[in-house]
Nanobody
Framework: QVTLVESGGGSVQAGGSLNLSCATF???????????MGWFRQAPGKSRERVAI????????YADDDVKGRFTISRDNAKDILYLQMNSLKPEDTATYYC???????????????WGRGTQVTVSS
């Protein structure tokens, strides 16, 4: 079993930055089996959407060019921590951000069995 715990959310003004973290907990063989990790977000009244995903080898896939130009996903495999550096934040980035993990590679991942409880990001204009 793997437990994911997000942190780093908060309230900022448009144009500001936040750095989200997601710590991974569990048995060594469980945490060590994790390959694909990612950030998702869900705004009120909207469905959850993928922001970015990253493999253990640090290869990344972003949802779109707008996110790619402002957000950076990264991971520290030694510490089992996932990050999302968010710059030039916009009010439309307001959402609950969730961390997710899977045992398989990002290029073939279908679903994520492990999820955190989320951290709130609020961007005011």
């Amino acid at each position: 079993q793997v437990t994911l715990v997000e942190s780093g959310g908060g309230s900022v003004q448009a144009g500001g930055s936040l750095n989200l973290s997601c710590a991974t907990f569990g048995a060594i063989y469980s945490v060590g089996s994790i390959n694909c990790m990612g950030w998702f977000r869900q705004a009120p009244g909207k469905s959850r959407e993928r922001v970015a995903i990253i493999d253990r080898d640090h290869s990344t896939i972003y949802a779109d060019d707008d996110v790619k130009g402002r957000f950076t996903i990264s991971r520290d495999n030694a510490k089992d921590i996932l990050y999302l550096q968010m710059n030039s934040l916009k009010p439309e980035d307001t959402a609950t951000y969730y961390c997710a993990a899977a045992d398989i590679y990002c290029r073939i991942v279908g679903g994520f069995p492990y999820w955190g409880r989320g951290t709130q990001v609020t961007v005011s204009s």
